[in-house]
Nanobody, 125 residues
Framework: VQLQASGGGLVQPGGSLRLSCAAS????????IGWFRQAPGKEREGVSC????????YYGHFVKGRFTISRDNIKNMVYLQMNSLTPEDTAVYYC???????????????????WGQGTQVTVSS
C-alpha cells in the first residue's frame, strides 16, 4: 500500500494550489482520508478530512473557508484545493488514512493506518 501526496510548490501570498493524494493497493473511497501539515519547528496538525460513505468533512480552524477537500472515486484520488494562501500555510503536507473523521474532529492515524509521502508547500513573495 502506498499513498503519495503531490501538487505542492512555491506560490505567492494569495495564490492557490491543488494537492492530490493518490493511492495504490487500497481504494481511498473506503477510508476516511485526512490531510495534515507540519511546518518547521511545529507539530503536525490536521488540516482537513473527508469521511468514507457519508462524506462528512472536517476543516481545521485556521482554514477559514479557504480550502476544499474532495474525492474522485473513479481516479482513486483525494484532493485539497487551497486558495488565499498565506505564509503561515507553508509546511509539508501529507495525506493519510484516518480512523475517525467527523465535522468537528480528525483523529490522527494509528498503527494500522497509512501515511503518504509529503509535498512541500511554500508561500512566499
Amino acid at each position: 500500500v502506498q499513498l503519495q501526496a503531490s501538487g505542492g510548490g512555491l506560490v505567492q501570498p494569495g495564490g492557490s494550489l491543488r494537492l492530490s493524494c493518490a493511492a495504490s493497493g487500497i481504494r481511498l473511497d473506503t477510508y476516511a482520508i485526512g490531510w495534515f501539515r507540519q511546518a518547521p519547528g511545529k507539530e503536525r496538525e490536521g488540516v482537513s478530512c473527508i469521511n468514507a460513505g457519508d462524506g462528512r468533512i472536517y476543516y481545521g480552524h485556521f482554514v477559514k473557508g479557504r480550502f476544499t477537500i474532495s474525492r474522485d472515486n473513479i481516479k482513486n484520488m483525494v484532493y485539497l484545493q487551497m486558495n488565499s494562501l498565506t505564509p503561515e500555510d507553508t509546511a509539508v503536507y501529507y495525506c493519510a488514512t484516518v480512523p475517525l473523521c467527523r465535522t468537528n474532529i480528525i483523529q490522527r492515524p494509528k498503527g494500522d493506518d497509512y501515511w503518504g509521502q509529503g509535498t512541500q508547500v511554500t508561500v512566499s513573495s
